[in-house]
């Protein structure tokens, strides 16, 4: 673990002209923009042209909440930039620090986005296996990150996982199953864990909502009841942002990660 943990410390995801894409994405920044020119015109117009000074206020109003939350997501996209404020690459780091693995076998990667996470992995242990979405996107920054060889990207459904009972060593996901409307987030952990072999490892990370996930201390229970080992639930709004503040002002102050051995 400590000697995965000074190899992740020397990574620098990015540095080759990577594109991991960011959580905020710019087309929230177009919108919020957009209104606020849409707001601000409209003011204008308001007060010079149609000589109405409530409904042009109303637009004043309007246009300095839009300006607000474009600092507010402005500033969120620059703390999750890589080669910015990094908090994503510090969440994947939490995540991978935590899971008991050697790099030996092969690692799934459930729901890997650009396969940032993915990519870290290989560069931690080389070598293994992952599977994601995004094919094209993942295996242009593998192979510039110089890891093309030993990451695989295949499209799949969490849901129902393409792969037979136990075939893997290890199995993370981070931020993704947040995102799967009307499914039951305890089953689809164990749809995950499904695919992961006897005595492998996993390292899971959401926003974990209770009204989403509903009670995560007794599911962790039931993996123990299971026969999983090692199961545990760590507060990663406060290991990997700080603090829950902080990481509620970036949209994720319910973050756990779920940790344990098959």
Request: overall charge positive; glycine content about 12%; hydrophobic content about 45%.
């Amino acid at each position: 673990m400590q000697d995965s943990n000074s190899r992740q410390a020397a990574i620098r995801l990015g540095t080759h002209g990577e594109d991991y894409g960011n959580w905020m994405p710019v087309s929230m920044l177009r919108l919020v923009r957009g209104l606020l020119a849409l707001t601000v015109v409209l003011a204008v117009l308001s007060f010079t042209v149609f000589r109405l000074t409530v409904l042009g206020v109303i637009f004043v109003i309007a246009a300095a909440i839009f300006l607000v939350l474009l600092g507010w997501i402005t500033w969120i996209r620059r703390q999750y930039a890589f080669g910015g404020g990094g908090m994503m690459e510090r969440v994947h780091h939490t995540i991978l620090s935590h899971l008991d693995y050697d790099g030996k076998g092969t690692l799934l990667d459930v729901g890997c986005g650009s396969g940032a996470l993915t990519i870290r992995a290989a560069l931690t242990w080389r070598s293994g296996a992952a599977y994601g979405y995004g094919q094209a996107m993942c295996e242009k920054n593998a192979a510039s990150e110089g890891v093309g060889s030993q990451c695989t990207f295949q499209h799949g459904d969490a849901n129902r996982l393409d792969f037979p009972d136990e075939s893997f060593d290890a199995v993370v996901s981070n931020y993704v199953y947040h995102n799967i409307t009307g499914a039951d987030k305890h089953e689809l952990l164990l749809e995950t864990l499904r695919v992961l072999k006897k005595g492998g490892v996993f390292a899971l990370n959401d926003e974990m909502k209770p009204r989403m996930y509903g009670d995560m201390e007794a599911f962790a229970q039931r993996l123990r009841d299971m026969g999983y080992q090692e199961v545990r639930l760590i507060d990663t709004a406060k290991e990997a942002f700080g603090s829950r503040r902080r990481a509620a002002l970036m949209m994720l102050g319910d973050s756990r990660l779920l940790v344990g051995r098959k």
